[in-house]
Nanobody, 122 residues
Framework: VQLQASGGGLVQAGGSLRLSCAAS????????MGWHRQAPGKLRELVAD???????NYADSVKGRFTISRDNAKNTVYLQMNSLKPEDTAVYYC?????????????????WGQGTLVTVSS
């Protein structure tokens, strides 16, 4: 199972970006999906996550500015980022809780995308 993230780039403060992350490969189902970010010199932190049913959770720092959504038919999660601030500058990683089936058993584990850089200039 692979996660491919895209949509990062350079944007001015106040601007918008939309990140996408698509899961591919062989799996039974995908449960929660989400986005984390890691700024230089800082720990990776949760930005937002979403259940298969559409329940969402956001970091306080992005509430009201970012929106997470997903398309279960496309196995894709999105992050719409509006009113971007310089402090949003980071590498953004998508993750997914994936269920696979192998040799008669189900396995559930987290998979991570390769990261996409978001740079917000002041």
């Amino acid at each position: 199972v692979q996660l491919q993230a895209s949509g990062g780039g350079l944007v001015q403060a106040g601007g918008s970006l939309r990140l996408s992350c698509a899961a591919s490969g062989t799996f039974f189902s995908i449960h929660d999906m989400g986005w984390h970010r890691q700024a230089p010199g800082k720990l990776r932190e949760l930005v937002a996550d979403i259940t298969r049913g559409g329940d969402t959770n956001y970091a306080d720092s992005v509430k009201g500015r970012f929106t997470i959504s997903r398309d279960n038919a496309k196995n894709t999660v999105y992050l719409q980022m509006n009113s971007l601030k310089p402090e949003d500058t980071a590498v953004y990683y998508c993750n997914a809780n994936v269920v696979t089936f192998n040799s008669g058993s189900y396995y559930q584990n987290d998979r991570w995308g390769q990261g996409t850089l978001v740079t917000v200039s002041s």
